[in-house]
């Protein structure tokens, strides 16, 4: 196999692999001798390459269909069960909820049935002189929609103040929900562990308005974790998520002393389904289709990026910047005209400044938080998926070198194992650089990429259309 060949296979035809050189030595922690020494050398390539594992689809298509599949295998184990997660988790309630943003002013819309967009009969004006109608049928592809009717009209400051907080918001909301779940069953705060358990699993996704939406799946397990029976219908779950989505509310300190303090809340907008109740399926969305929803949500991206980019995304990033800017702006030390940078040389008082690093989130519009998360014991974690994903290409490469099958026999517990590693290795590696080093290689990169979409996709048009 020519070298690229070998290793565009190894990195799965990531687009910006990461390049190491040096060595590892593979030690035998019983015995203390070493089993097996690596040299990056020793690669077809002269280099050791890793997979980027970005996250977006934009970055790179390869590594984040990788993360897709993850997210997917993630959020479906603490669906069904499986990968060490018991399959009795299928018989407890499972919500699904969606969180969304505040209004901060009117925006160009999509319309339910292709409705006009603002439809006004008189001719409304803002104080700026801009007419507050639109009678356009958007439809989803149109750059306008998610753009504010009057940028000067809409609150701005609120809108990227509150994304900023939107992760310690979710954070807030947990916990009352958690709350809210003790005063149901009229137990203590602190005895709710031992009556009901609530885990979840969520992603965030940006609207076209430029603020993220938290989606997620909500199962409540009984005492004695994921599986066990729990005293609790969808219903009641459905009812105390209404309340706790209310009640969770998170304050912000002004960006300086023109600004006012704000309390912020998630919008009115809260949608509640039912995927499950005990064993009985909700009638309006599969579990499957929530799972597909969720990995596919989880590698989009902002929508900022040079050369597509929407001009109110950009507009909006552009006053992450001026906020963050605004709220250094009295630091003697001309802090405020750094926030930009990608790592700022902040003053001591300014690095403690709660917005010191706004302008560094500008391209994620002011979101910091993670895309995906999920509460401890809701499934398994995305660690665990790669490093069974790891386990299993050695013992395939194992098998390929011994041109023997690959043993299936348990297959799943050996990889899923938690490590009870009776080896260690020692490892000294230098960071050569990214990408492939040749123009050309990264051509072919992307052309094995798009080939392997492809296959993937007729693989799948076969599926559906043979007869089972
Ligand atoms: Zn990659
Ligand atoms: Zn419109
Ligand atoms: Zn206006
Ligand atoms: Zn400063």
Known sequence: MPALTATLSKVGNCLHPVRLVGQSETVDLRTGEIVETYRSGNEPMGLLYKPCGNRRADVCPPCSRIYARDTFELISTGLHGGKGVPVTVNTN?????????????????VRDGRQPCHPRTRLAMCPHGRRLTCWTRHDVLDPRVGAPLCR?????????????????????????????????????????KRHVRVEYAKVAEFQTRGLVHFHALVRIDGPDGPGSP???TAAALENVVRQAAVAAHCPALPLDESDVA?????????DVRVVRDRSVAGDEITAEQVAAYLAKYSTKSAGVEPGHALPHLVWLSESCRALAARALAGCPFGCGKRVGDRRPRLCGDCAGHPYALLGRWASMLGFRGHFSTKSRHYSVTLGALRRARRRFQGMAVEARSRATALDA?????????????????????????????????????????????????WRAEQRTTQPA
């Open 93 to 109: 309630p499972l919500l699904f909820v969606t969180l969304t943003a505040p209004s901060f002013g009117p925006v160009h819309a």
């Open 152 to 192: 000067d009209c809409y609150d701005t400051e609120s809108a990227v103040v509150w994304q900023w907080h939107a992760p310690e918001l979710w954070r807030r909301f947990t916990i009352a929900m958690r709350r809210q779940l003790a005063v149901e069953l009229g137990v203590r705060d602190v005895d709710l």
């Open 230 to 232: 729990a005293q609790v």
């Open 262 to 270: 704000r309390t912020l809340r998630f919008g009115a907008q809260t």
């Open 409 to 457: 026999r348990e297959l799943e517990e050996r990889l899923m194992a938690e490590a009870a590693e009776t080896t260690l290795v020692i490892g000294s590696w230098v960071y050569d650089g990214s990408g492939w080093p040749r123009a050309g290689d990264k051509a072919l990169a992307d052309a094995a990429a798009s080939r392997a979409r492809a296959y993937a996709r």
